[in-house]
């Protein structure tokens, strides 16, 4: 069965370092997501991506965050000057439709900022 | 404002009891319900969602407009049903996660 893929499976980075999280998403989903999940935490919805480009975000998406797709199959999340309160577990999901279809999710990254 | 809310971080049962894992959402339109599973060391998979009313591993949940609630329950609890269990609210391509509740199913 096919599933989200993500790497690294964790990643320590110093503060104020630029980290780039990847994603392949289900061949032939549309719609893609970052969630992230700080410990002891609820998961966070963080930005939706359709058609090249973001569809809704979060307010905790703000200018340091941004999503790309580079090409057919990845689906990056960059952090331009991390913080310590980006530590975190960071997923990204995939789905066929919009709303109501169901969204698959990666194992995640954990990111590490020291 | 979209929340979820599941009252309970963790719960404990023993295995063959019956298991009810509760939630409450608030929102202003047709909700869109979900229940995420994470298994020890397993990514998130979904379980089951509102509209499909289906029963999955013995899971069914029922949507309460009245209470605005959304509980999981099951009538015999297994001991693989120890995990992390989410309800989720889908709103505007999003998913709105609750806490989360930890499930124990004793022997």
């Known amino acids: 069965e096919p599933e989200v893929t993500q790497t690294p499976s964790h990643q320590v980075t110093q503060m104020g370092q630029e980290v780039i999280l990847r994603c392949v998403p289900i061949s032939n989903h549309l719609y893609f997501y970052w969630y992230r999940q700080i410990l002891g935490q609820k998961v966070e919805f963080l930005v939706s991506?359709?058609?090249?480009?973001?569809?809704?975000k979060s307010e905790i998406f703000d200018d340091q965050f941004s999503v790309e797709r580079p090409d057919g199959s990845n689906f990056t999340l960059k952090i331009r000057s991390t913080k310590l309160e980006d530590s975190a577990m960071y997923f990204c999901?995939?789905?066929?439709?919009?709303?109501?279809?169901?969204?698959?999710f990666g194992p995640g990254t954990r990111l590490t900022v020291t | 404002a979209q929340r979820v809310t599941q009252p309970e971080k963790l719960l404990s049962v023993f295995k063959g009891a019956p298991v009810e894992l509760k939630c409450n959402y608030s929102y202003s339109g047709s909700p869109e319900l979900f229940w995420y599973v994470q298994y020890s060391r397993q990514r998130l998979q979904l379980l089951l969602r509102h509209i499909s009313r289906e029963s999955i591993k013995g899971f069914t949940a029922d949507l309460n407009k009245g209470e605005t609630s959304f509980h999981l329950k099951k009538p015999f609890a297994q001991e693989e049903d120890s995990a992390m269990y989410y309800c989720a609210l889908m709103g505007a391509q999003k998913l709105v996660f609750g806490q989360g509740t930890r499930l124990t199913i004793n022997p």
């Open positions: 999901a995939s789905s066929v439709g919009g709303s109501f279809y169901e969204q698959y």
């Open positions: 991506f359709y058609n090249n480009e973001i569809s809704e």
